[in-house]
T-cell receptor, first 117, second 113 residues
Framework: NAGVMQNPRHLVRRRGQEARLRCSPMKGHSHVYWYRQLPEEGLKFMVYLQKENIIDESGMPKERFSAEFPKEGPSILRIQQVVRGDSAAYFC???????????????FGPGTRLTVT | AQSVTQLDSQVPVFEEAPVELRCNYSSSVSVYLFWYVQYPNQGLQLLLKYLSGSTLVKGINGFEAEFNKSQTSFHLRKPSVHISDTAEYFCAVEMDSSYKLIFGSGTRLLVRP
């Protein structure tokens, strides 16, 4: 029973290059969330997706960042023209469809650590 | 604005001593509360959660937390810590079933022999 998978685990990019981060949710989960953790800080919500839909991208920087969750395949977080300030750990979480009064419990992946040189 | 505060950035403690990690939140709506643990270079693992019902919640690894609505707190406790508990602990809040987790800045628990 595999958990949330993210790859690569570590990614090094030079300034101006593109970074592409992948997230495969747990089996049976149709909701994906991306969070960013800057050094010495807590996680900050970026975007919430369901299959083929962006539900909430209120935490995404307005430029250079985009996310998708296609009908087939993993969710992708893309950062174009990376800058040093993008260096962070990016975590993906997934959840099943919840019902009743229970929270959409989120299960986290191991993260991708992006370093921009 | 809704926020989560973990006042202690680091808590050093000796092995087998009790520990309490503090978490306060600001919200005027109903909340779900979580504690996550993050070991070095790993992802987050859910320790425990409060959704409703009993305000004392028991989690994995001997941890427990108590929801105090009047003080808007959700402090994490363990009566006797082990070296292996050394990690970063994050308190998180989900407000009004909004799915968006709001995290505190974390508390580094450092257990010394």
């Amino acid at each position: 029973n595999a958990g949330v998978m993210q790859n690569p685990r570590h990614l090094v990019r030079r300034r101006g290059q593109e970074a592409r981060l992948r997230c495969s949710p747990m089996k049976g989960h149709s909701h994906v969330y991306w969070y960013r953790q800057l050094p010495e800080e807590g996680l900050k919500f970026m975007v919430y997706l369901q299959k083929e839909n962006i539900i909430d991208e209120s935490g995404m920087p307005k430029e250079r960042f985009s996310a998708e969750f296609p009908k087939e395949g993993p969710s992708i977080l893309r950062i174009q023209q990376v800058v040093r300030g993008d260096s962070a750990a990016y975590f993906c979480a997934s959840s099943p469809l919840a019902s009743g009064s229970f929270s959409y419990e989120q299960y986290f992946g191991p993260g991708t650590r992006l370093t921009v040189t | 604005a809704q926020s989560v505060t973990q006042l202690d950035s680091q808590v050093p403690v000796f092995e087998e001593a009790p520990v309490e990690l503090r978490c306060n939140y600001s919200s005027s709506v109903s909340v779900y509360l979580f504690w996550y643990v993050q070991y070095p270079n790993q992802g987050l693992q859910l320790l425990l959660k409060y959704l409703s019902g009993s305000t004392l919640v028991k989690g994995i690894n001997g941890f427990e937390a108590e929801f105090n609505k009047s003080q808007t707190s959700f402090h994490l406790r363990k009566p006797s810590v082990h070296i292996s508990d050394t990690a970063e602990y994050f308190c998180a809040v989900e407000m009004d079933s909004s799915y968006k987790l709001i995290f505190g800045s974390g508390t580094r628990l450092l257990v010394r022999p």
